[in-house]
């Protein structure tokens, strides 16, 4: 773990609480609120202690607690006053502000713990609209920013993905016989599947039948499924592949493979723009967000 970044610039403190550097220093000059470090050249940094009380300030002052009361608070009290917070009107920017915590600090007891007391007041679906959304646009900002490392990232995608398959386990024995089967899978060398996973979940949940076959998926790996007599579509997600100069032969690839066929191919994606308006058939369906594509099923 001595790897793992342990200590926090005032940069990145910015980035994760949404609070301006600006606003951070005066909080910690004038009302004591943080206690940085410094390095031999004399720039501060910040622990992991003091993130988690910066998150849990920002908590209360976005709940009309004035930060002038709240220095005068001890740091148990500004703990504990965020916490029942939580539990009453602000229970999403509380959760946020956890989930950031266990992926920064690779902690699983809290994500874990969080995700639970969620669950005593949102349903899954809301808790991945409401929340888990969110946080993962939040999570490729920070990953953009360097304030994170591809491990942060990593960790915390699985722990979601986990929580996916869970549920989506959970409604297997609901689904109802349909027409049509999904078969959803990710292009070769893409693994970003969340979006997919979450997909998933919700066809299964309306009881469709759906075959997932995952990350990394060659296009001629789909020949069996191509061939099929059967109805299907076919969902794929294109987070970073293919290549912006290969997005184009890829789906002519697909629209020459689908052209005699029955089968339907949706591409989800901020790429496809890059060929949204291209002349291919109509069994290609093209969109920006699975909530877009939610939409329309």
């Known amino acids: 773990m001595n790897n793992i970044k342990q200590d926090f610039t005032i940069k990145d403190l910015e980035n994760i609480s949404g609070i301006k550097a600006h606003t951070i220093r005066i909080w910690e000059k004038r009302y004591g609120l943080l206690e940085p470090q410094r390095t031999s050249t004399n720039i501060r940094y910040y622990s992991h202690?003091?993130?988690?009380?910066?998150l849990n300030i920002v908590l209360l002052n976005k709940n009309n607690h004035k930060i002038s009361k709240i220095a005068k608070m001890s740091e148990e009290e500004i703990k504990i006053q965020a916490r029942e917070l939580a539990f009453s009107k602000a229970i999403n920017d509380e959760a946020l502000?956890?989930?950031?915590?266990?992926?920064?600090?690779?902690?699983?007891?809290?994500?874990?713990?969080?995700?639970?007391?969620?669950?005593?007041?949102k349903t899954f679906r809301e808790i991945f609209k409401d929340v888990f959304i969110p946080?993962?646009?939040?999570?490729g900002f920070l990953w953009q920013t360097d304030t994170l490392l591809p491990a942060h990232e990593h960790f915390i995608s699985n722990l979601i993905a986990q929580k996916?398959?869970?549920n989506t386990e959970n409604l297997q024995y609901s689904i109802t016989y349909s027409k049509k089967t999904y078969v959803l899978f990710l292009p070769e060398n893409e693994?970003?599947?969340?979006?997919?996973?979450?997909?998933?979940?919700?066809?299964?949940?309306?009881?469709n039948h759906t075959i997932y076959l995952g990350q990394s998926l060659p296009l001629d790996n789909?020949?069996?499924f191509f061939k099929n007599d059967r109805e299907l579509c076919f969902v794929t997600s294109l987070t970073v592949q293919p290549y912006d100069d290969k997005i184009d032969d890829y789906f002519n690839q697909i629209?020459?493979?689908l052209?005699?066929?029955?089968?339907e191919f949706i591409a989800i994606g901020r790429k496809t723009e890059l060929v949204k308006n291209n002349n291919y058939n109509f069994q290609i369906s093209f969109f920006d967000t699975v909530t877009d594509v939610l939409k329309e099923l």
């Open 255 to 257: 629209n020459d493979i």
């Open 222 to 224: 789909l020949d069996y």
């Open 259 to 263: 052209k005699d066929t029955n089968h």
């Open 164 to 166: 996916i398959h869970i």
């Open 49 to 54: 202690s003091n993130l988690q009380k910066l």
């Open 97 to 121: 502000s956890s989930f950031k915590l266990s992926m920064l600090q690779f902690d699983k007891v809290l994500f874990n713990n969080t995700y639970d007391k969620l669950l005593h007041k």
């Open 191 to 207: 693994i970003h599947e969340l979006g997919l996973l979450y997909l998933n979940y919700e066809l299964v949940l309306r009881g």
């Open 135 to 139: 946080f993962l646009e939040h999570i």
